[in-house]
């Protein structure tokens, strides 16, 4: 398009540019380059993470006592099958215990829990609402309550009610913490990917965080993230962090972030997968998304200082910091800035440039499609088998993954004003672990 027009000018067609088209194009062109500078690291971990798979050495591991842990709010509809799917794993039933913390349930939640051989612990606080407040209360009385626990576990694996996991979930993450990490982040896959674009959307986002972000960070010898189920913490953390005392609407970023500033490592295991549920109305994901968006506010608020003096010497310290904030303040400069310099062109006459700050504003937003299409098909590419549905509806969400990522913009911008507070998401997806293996078989036969 520039080539174009600097054609036509150069035959004299049109004036030559005036200061504010001049001031269009570079300000166009300084954002575009702030935000890859910024995120240059991510792209080389897209391209890294796919064509590198990173693997523990081959030896024996020594197996350690583990508490898995589960916040449930009125999820008697699917807390089952995860209860199933970890009863259903290879790791020595002797070695772990199962703990529920039955989260101002009004179901017969901790009734099905109890049934099914779990430790469960109810908590009612109209009060303090959130998984943060439902953990710590939970870690309290585990570490203060030794009775309750047949045995004393050295790590926790941390799981959402709506989760199932594989039948060498908890081996594979043992194997990491046996490694020497004190954190370990899962493989994230989604259970109801072929529902619709926004679970779709989800699911891909999710897949890329594990191929290319931690399995990146991971093989490179950096930290990872935990992305708020499916991660384990030894006790000995837990306890260092009061319990688990991260109270912000995303504590599981906000612990990420207190871990790295440490120069600790999490770590991750790209063979523990797990399978999660997504919201599948809008309205629903805007909430959840809108709470997510509120958290990292809320952690840079809290964190924001100190990750920007410490990133210059800790990148984990820098790849924390450009995940939690900065992408929408590049996105509002755009967004408000080239709109801003249209009106101005109209009201002195400058009909070209007034044009040209939406011509800017539209093939800024089409690099963003691109940019999302392709880290959705080198998702598609690399872990494509594992992704439950349709290849047609694979392919199709491909083209819907760039206009999910897009409702983060009005998302993002709305939980900057509003006052945000955590509200549940309803699950009602009714998948067991054997449904989805037998899935993976019929896939395998056609």
Request: net charge positive; proline share 3%.
């Amino acid at each position: 398009m520039q080539i174009f027009i600097d054609l036509i000018r150069y035959h004299g067609q049109i004036p030559l540019p005036s200061t504010l088209y001049a001031f269009i194009y570079f300000f166009s062109n300084i954002i575009s380059l702030i935000f890859v500078l910024m995120y240059l690291h991510q792209f080389f971990y897209l391209i890294y993470g796919t064509f590198r798979k990173f693997k523990l050495p081959n030896k024996e591991f020594k197996l350690h006592k583990i508490g898995i842990v589960i916040s449930a709010r009125n999820e008697s509809k699917v807390i089952g099958n995860l209860i199933k799917s970890i009863q259903a794993n290879d790791y020595p039933k002797e070695l772990y215990n199962i703990f529920v913390i039955a989260d101002n349930c009004t179901d017969n939640t901790a009734d099905i829990c109890r049934e099914l051989g779990c430790i469960v612990f109810e908590r009612n606080d109209l009060e303090k609402i959130g998984k943060g407040y439902a953990l710590n209360s939970l870690f309290n009385r585990l570490h203060n309550e030794k009775q309750f626990a047949p045995i004393v576990p050295e790590a926790y694996i941390v799981l959402d009610a709506d989760n199932i996991i594989k039948p060498n979930f908890i081996t594979e993450m043992n194997k990491v913490y046996d490694s020497g990490y004190e954190m370990v982040t899962s493989y994230r896959n989604t259970k109801n990917f072929g529902k619709n674009w926004i679970t779709a959307g989800y699911g891909y986002w999710f897949l890329h965080e594990a191929k290319h972000l931690n399995n990146s960070r991971m093989a490179l010898k950096s930290s990872c993230a935990i992305s708020g189920t499916g991660f384990l913490i030894s006790t000995d953390v837990v306890k260092e962090y009061d319990n688990w005392s991260f109270f912000t609407l995303t504590e599981d970023i906000q612990c990420s972030t207190e871990y790295a500033m440490t120069k600790r490592k999490i770590g991750y295991s790209g063979d523990a997968e797990l399978f999660d549920e997504q919201p599948e109305t809008l309205r629903q994901s805007w909430r959840q998304r809108e709470r997510w968006a509120k958290g990292f506010y809320q952690v840079f608020g809290k964190n924001g200082k100190k990750l920007i003096g410490k990133a210059l010497t800790n990148f984990s310290c820098w790849d924390i910091l450009t995940t939690i904030f900065p992408a929408l303040i590049i996105t509002m400069l755009l967004i408000i800035g080239l709109p801003v310099c249209s009106i101005i062109g109209l009201c002195i006459g400058d009909y070209l440039s007034a044009g040209y700050a939406w011509v800017c504003l539209g093939l800024n937003f089409l690099y963003l499609y691109v940019i999302m299409f392709v880290i959705a098909l080198l998702v598609l590419i690399t872990e494509g088998k594992k992704i439950k549905t349709t290849w047609p509806r694979k392919i199709f969400h491909l083209f819907t993954f760039p206009f999910f990522m897009f409702t983060y913009i009005p998302i993002s911008i709305s939980a900057a004003f509003k006052k945000v507070t955590w509200k549940p998401i309803v699950h009602t997806a009714n998948i067991s672990i054997e449904d989805i293996e037998n899935d993976a078989n019929s896939s395998k036969k056609q």
